[in-house]
T-cell receptor, first 116, second 110 residues
Framework: NAGVMQNPRHLVRRRGQEARLRCSPM?????VYWYRQLPEEGLKFMVY????????ESGMPKERFSAEFPKEGPSILRIQQVVRGDSAAYFC??????????????FGPGTRLTVL | DAKTTQPPSMDCAEGRAANLPCNHS???????VYWYRQIHSQGPQYIIH???NNETNEMASLIITEDRKSSTLILPHATLRDTAVYYC???????????FGKGTMLLVSP
């Protein structure tokens, strides 16, 4: 059973370009979470999605950032007009259930975004 | 903001038990204690969680005090590969997202 997959693992963009980060959850998991880890800082929650629905986007910056989890295919975190402050590691996690005490989240290896 | 307090760093000799403390004095009755770790440059890894009873799995043991205001994660025989940042997280039942604090950097030395 493959774990959470993220691609690309490393992404370099110039200021003003768009970044697209992909996350394929574990088989059987329908809940996806995105977290961001800025250099030398802890992980911060960004957004929680179920298939075709955004459940909680309270940690998402109001502008330039969007996320989706379509019925078919991976979850996508999209950053438009990237700036140097967007340089960070972006981690995706998935879980099988949401409202359960056994809702362990399994994390992917992350995408490291560097904005030049 | 994280609802837990952990020491910023700890050292442990290889083969010895590593005991990582966590204070969560404001924990509510429906909140679970979760432990994750993050090995350098990797994604966080789930370790264990509990509500009020002590828990054990193949990775670690979790000891929660009777008043639930603190807990200890025990790695019974630490190895060099256990060197990582360990996060203690309090999360309500039915709440999905994780709030990470600064964690404890555990350094296991030969």
């Amino acid at each position: 059973n493959a774990g959470v997959m993220q691609n690309p693992r490393h992404l370099v963009r110039r200021r003003g370009q768009e970044a697209r980060l992909r996350c394929s959850p574990m088989k059987g998991h329908s809940h996806v979470y995105w977290y961001r880890q800025l250099p030398e800082e802890g992980l911060k929650f960004m957004v929680y999605l179920q298939k075709e629905n955004i459940i909680d986007e309270s940690g998402m910056p109001k502008e330039r950032f969007s996320a989706e989890f379509p019925k078919e295919g991976p979850s996508i975190l999209r950053i438009q007009q990237v700036v140097r402050g967007d340089s960070a590691a972006y981690f995706c996690a998935s879980s099988r259930l949401a409202e359960s005490s056994y809702n362990e989240q399994f994390f992917g290896p992350g995408t490291r975004l560097t904005v030049l | 903001d994280a609802k837990t307090t952990q020491p910023p760093s700890m050292d442990c000799a290889e083969g010895r038990a590593a005991n990582l403390p966590c204070n969560h004095s404001t924990i509510s009755g429906n909140e679970y204690v979760y432990w994750y770790r993050q090995i350098h440059s990797q994604g966080p890894q789930y370790i264990i969680h509990g509500l009020k009873n002590n828990e054990t799995n193949e990775m670690a043991s979790l000891i929660i005090t009777e008043d639930r205001k603190s807990s200890t994660l025990i790695l019974p025989h630490a190895t060099l590969r256990d060197t990582a940042v360990y996060y203690c997280i309090v999360r309500p039942s039915g709440y999905s997202t994780l709030t990470f604090g600064k964690g404890t950097m555990l350094l296991v030395s030969p």
